[in-house]
């Protein structure tokens, strides 16, 4: 991936037309389905907690589709804060950001809350499970909770024809060869991927009720429950 | 050309269908057709034959054609007017590898083709042996070991979601621009509609079918879609 700062005028713009949207399928729409299942349990003046919320775009998303919620955005990297705050400059009066991780979110209730695209940074050692543990006592009980993961167990024998697949979806969607090649080695080395099943179960131990497949997208697992 | 098909004469309404047909309904319409052209492009040749079962409208062929630029398609589908709509979405250079039959799976030439697609059709067709017979008579027209990609919306008229999965077909549809009005009758049509089955059941279908490594690519709310092999 060509270097990037959150200083770089180009950074939002490029991560907008040419991130998550190029590399996971039906990105937007995955959104939609999202805040259309926590709109069945929260009121219209929702407040809703997106954990690694940098980057915006979910936040942008949900703030069109339902003009009376509320965001806090929880996410560790500047970089990533920076283009939040940018891309959803049109909303800013309602979103608040917090630099850190699960546990410095504010302790809510929240009324509905999402981890799209982050869960597969943690370690399956106990992080996994504390940062679901974390998020669910912030929520109100009954509300929606969405989860958007990769699911490429890396112990399967066929880990790499699917890290191949994901590339040539990417490729296909128009992605930058370099970021694309940059992101395969990164499945490898930066993600702890785990089997669809493995998320399930770590949904029910931290306490969350009716997990619901709702989003399939090749190696991408979306999930609606209950806290 | 038929009395409906003329209105897809008409470049406004067939760019009308291109968005308030099946992709304002089902999550991700243009996704999944993209997710399935990578798929397939995987063991198909470049010069693979491909059959559509369902070819009316035209989505799938159009989107399928970007995918393999020398492959060549036959498409079924019994509705000549969907027939119709479908040389006018997929346009003048598709056509030219396109070949289109009015009839359904069994009508289709004998092949044998490297690749074949079932997109929105299974779930009209009831349970009774038919969906069987749909897949199999697709099964008997692929090489061995050609892929299969099966894409349907399931449900279960008499379980505990049925409800719950209607209201969210219809606010999905809403949202989408689907007029309210036209979606009334979805409730009742779903729950007469003795093609809706649980997704357990289609994989079922599927492996008596004689398909195998069947893999689950897509999920939108209650739409889901498959690959399996020959």
């Known amino acids: 991936m060509k270097a990037l700062h959150f200083d770089d005028p180009d950074f939002a713009r490029h991560y907008v037309e040419d991130g998550p949207a190029r590399f996971v399928p039906g990105y937007e729409v995955m959104h939609r389905m999202a805040a259309q299942l926590i709109a069945e349990r929260a009121p219209d003046d929702a407040s809703i907690l997106v954990l690694g919320a940098g980057g915006g775009l979910e936040i942008r998303s949900m703030a069109a589709l339902q003009p009376g919620w509320t965001f806090h955005g929880v996410d560790p990297s500047d970089e990533m804060l920076a283009t939040g705050r940018a891309v959803c400059a049109a909303v800013a009066d309602r979103v608040v950001w917090t630099r850190g991780f699960i546990p410095d979110a504010p302790d809510g209730p929240f009324d509905g809350a999402t981890c799209l695209l982050t869960l597969h940074f943690l370690t399956d050692d106990g992080a996994k499970l504390e940062a679901l543990q974390a998020i669910r006592r912030r929520l109100t009980p009954g509300a929606a909770f969405i989860l958007v993961d990769l699911c490429l167990d890396k112990a399967a024998p066929g880990y790499d024809a699917l890290r191949d697949r994901y590339a040539r979806f990417a490729l296909d969607s128009g992605a930058h060869p370099g970021d694309v090649a940059h992101t395969r080695d990164r499945l490898k080395t930066v993600l702890h991927t785990v089997s669809p099943e493995r998320n399930e179960a770590l949904l029910r131990e931290a306490g969350f009720n009716g997990a619901q497949l709702f989003y399939a997208g090749l190696g991408w697992r979306g999930w609606g429950a209950c806290a | 050309m038929t009395a409906f098909a003329q209105n897809f004469a008409d470049p406004e309404k067939v760019a009308r269908y291109a968005t308030l047909g099946p992709p304002a309904f089902m999550p991700g319409h243009g996704g999944v057709l993209q997710m399935a052209g990578v798929l397939l492009a995987e063991t198909v040749p470049d010069d693979g034959q491909v059959l559509i079962v369902g070819a009316g409208g035209g989505l799938e062929t159009r989107a399928l054609a970007k995918a393999g630029p020398n492959w060549r398609f036959v498409g079924v589908d019994p509705a000549p007017a969907m027939l119709d709509l479908a ?100 409730r009742e049509s779903q729950r007469a509609n003795p093609g809706l089955v649980p997704p357990e059941r289609n994989e079922t279908l599927l492996t008596e079918a004689g398909f195998s490594g069947i893999e689950v690519f897509y999920v939108g709310m209650a739409w889901r879609g498959w690959i399996g092999y020959a």
């Open chain 2, 87 to 186: 040389r006018a979405i997929v346009g003048p250079e598709v056509n030219e590898r396109l070949e289109l039959i009015e009839g359904v799976a069994a009508d289709a030439p004998p092949g044998p083709f490297d690749a074949a697609t079932l997109i929105l059709v299974l779930g009209m067709i009831p349970d009774d042996g038919s969906k069987l017979s749909i897949l199999e008579e697709i099964h008997r027209r692929l090489k061995p070991g050609a892929p299969f990609i099966l894409v349907d919306r399931c449900g279960e008229r008499a379980g505990p979601g049925f409800e719950r999965d209607v209201d969210r077909y219809i606010a999905y549809a809403v949202a989408s621009g689907v007029d309210p009005a036209t979606l009334d009758s979805a």
